[in-house]
């Protein structure tokens, strides 16, 4: 196998950085010179898909982002295609390879060198003859029988076992998988709060009545937690024995965090009670309340990695500012607890009598 189609992944990383340098429609700026002789068909422009058609011809850029690239029928392009979000039609002969990145390839005439697909559906035709290597990964093959591959045919569609992807690349899929991520983050999320609610209902009324009057302090105490927690993760990673503890801080900072958030959507439930239901919750009824908020606002694209970035940070700070919901408040390490009260001084009074009894006084 050419060491192209072995470098195939990297190339698409390459290309995929290299892509601002590639503007779209870059190929139909590019005219032929007119002194060139050339069996080319004129180019032409119109409407296929979203994209424009470009009819390439051997003196054509061979590099297209969300375009059409067509070699028609009778026309031989003498350098490699590459597309990037497009689609690539070959119905006449290309001398090079054809690379596909994020798109689709139908390929029914002759291509001299290799045919890489990454992450693209693959249609090979009876008419089709690669004198090269055939390569599909990540993306389907359809290949016919009767089409004519002089070097290796590799296969390699993990996307079957990816739901939404087994037709190929999709935005539509990617927007749902997405949105089934944050789904199960929403399923897993809702479980801790429960049971952190079953658990230390005292602490989350705790800390949602101190939250309206400290929320302004917990937010700078919630980014000053996370960028401790960020050094102290990093610093422990560094050595080997230290990896344990990094991945204890981050549970532990987790465990926290919940405890506020958990706190905060009591209290939103509650005032969702109070000032639409007109009446108190309990602390299940008024937790699921604030939830069933925050969820809504969690799945807006966007706004909601927002939503829930700014909720994280108020509820790491509002329960570290609470100790975690607990009667007593910070105080330093290492100072005694506190003298006793002092009686007031200036008291002419002198200090208690002492009975004592005298012998025979009952007689």
Known sequence: MKPLVLAAPIAAVLFLTAAPA???????????????????????????????????????????????????????????????????????????????IFGSADISGKVGGDVVGIMSAMHITDEADINGDMVSVGGPLSKASGARIGGETVNLNVLDFVPFFRHGFSWWAVLWICLLIKLAKLAGLFLVVLLITAIVPRRLSLIADAFPKRWGMAILAGLLGYCATVVLCVVLACTLIGIPLAIALGLATKLIKWIGLASILFLLGQQIGRNVLKRDLSHFASVLGGF???????????????????????????????????????RRSGLPAGPPPIPPSGSSAGPPPVYTPVPGAGS
């Open 22 to 100: 590639f503007p779209a429609g870059a190929a139909e700026r590019l005219a032929p010179p007119k002194a060139a002789a050339s069996p080319a068909v004129p180019q032409e422009s119109g409407g296929e898909g979203p994209g424009r058609r470009l009819h390439i011809s051997r003196d054509n850029s061979s590099v297209t982002i969300s375009d059409v690239a067509h070699v028609p029928k009778g026309v031989v392009h003498h350098d490699d295609i590459v597309a990037i979000f497009g689609k690539v039609q070959v119905e006449g002969e290309v001398t090079g390879d054809v690379v596909v």
């Open 292 to 330: 069933a908020v925050y969820a809504v606002i969690y799945l807006i694209p966007i706004l909601g990695a927002f939503f829930a970035g700014a909720m994280s940070v108020l509820a790491l700070g509002i329960s570290i500012l609470t100790r975690f919901g607990s009667d007593e408040p910070w």
